[in-house]
Nanobody, 115 residues
Framework: QVQLVESGGGLVQAGGSLRLSCTAS????????MGWYRQAPGKQRELVAR???????TYVDSVKGRFTISRDNANRMVYLQMNSLKPEDTGVYYC?????????WGQGTQVTVSS
């Protein structure tokens, strides 16, 4: 089992920045992926960014050039730096870990971008 705790969400004006953090309860083993998903009201959860071992990154097109995902394996953390935020980035952001064929989710953190 892996418990994930997100932090760093909040309310920000369009054009602003936020940094999300996610801490895992233990070191993630093997070939694994850590990532961020988001769910806007009335919409399905979607991938925002993910980083796979060793350091392969993937971004949804709408955030390319604005968001950066990174991880600190020793400290069991994954980050999402979000710049130039837009109202359409609003949603609940979830941290996710995929390890040995299993997927774990955090509780989510709310990000609200006002216009």
């Amino acid at each position: 089992q892996v418990q994930l705790v997100e932090s760093g969400g909040g309310l920000v004006q369009a054009g602003g920045s936020l940094r999300l953090s996610c801490t895992a309860s233990r070191i993630i083993g093997g070939i694994n992926t850590m990532g961020w998903y988001r769910q806007a009201p009335g919409k399905q959860r979607e991938l925002v960014a993910r980083i796979s071992t060793p350091y392969t990154t993937t971004y949804v097109d709408s955030v390319k050039g604005r968001f950066t995902i990174s991880r600190d394996n020793a400290n069991r953390m994954v980050y999402l730096q979000m710049n130039s935020l837009k109202p359409e980035d609003t949603g609940v952001y979830y941290c996710s870990v995929q390890e040995y064929g299993l997927t774990y989710w955090g509780q989510g953190t709310q990000v609200t971008v006002s216009s």
